[in-house]
């Protein structure tokens, strides 16, 4: 994993940071199926803890077609992320083109004084090895 490219971003004390993986045994490029894990761990180094209630997600293919993917927590999940203990945990996406990129927002509150805020999640690029050169 130490060699898997790396994204990080603070936003309000919070550090998310991105790995990625390709995929290959859930790739299938002659039908256009194109697979990535992400792993994600979210630090906080705020005073209290936080609450990680909802995500929005942009996903961009290598045709400049976006998605977007609004939901509840992550993976089943709203953790709570105190400045002791990291949330980490993995995901996936699918594109139909080798190449593409995704960036989102966490909606986190802050349980003791009800204050909602937004931690940016880093723009991170999804690359193939079966794009001829890399575009991002």
């Given at each position: 994993m130490e060699n898997a490219p790396r994204f990080s971003e603070t936003t309000q004390d919070v550090t998310v940071t991105v790995r990625?993986?390709?995929l290959d045994d859930q790739s299938q490029p002659e039908d256009h199926r194109y697979a990535w894990?992400?792993?994600?761990?979210?630090?906080?180094?705020?005073?209290?803890t936080v609450?990680?209630?909802s995500r929005s997600w942009e996903i961009v293919d290598a045709l400049g077609r976006t998605e977007?993917?609004?939901g509840d927590g992550v993976v089943g999940e709203q953790p709570f992320i105190s400045r002791t203990e990291p949330y980490i945990y993995t995901s996936g996406a699918m594109l139909t083109t080798p190449s593409g990129?995704?960036?989102?927002?966490?909606?986190?509150?802050?349980?003791?004084?009800?204050?909602?805020f937004d931690?940016?999640?880093?723009?991170?690029?999804?690359?193939?090895?079966?794009q001829y050169g890399l575009i991002h």
């Open positions: 990625i993986f390709w894990a992400y792993h994600i761990s979210i630090e906080s180094t705020r005073g209290d609450q990680l209630v977007h993917v609004h990129f995704m960036r989102g927002v966490y909606h986190m509150v802050e349980p003791s004084t009800g204050k909602r931690v940016n999640i880093p723009v991170f690029s999804l690359d193939s090895p079966h």
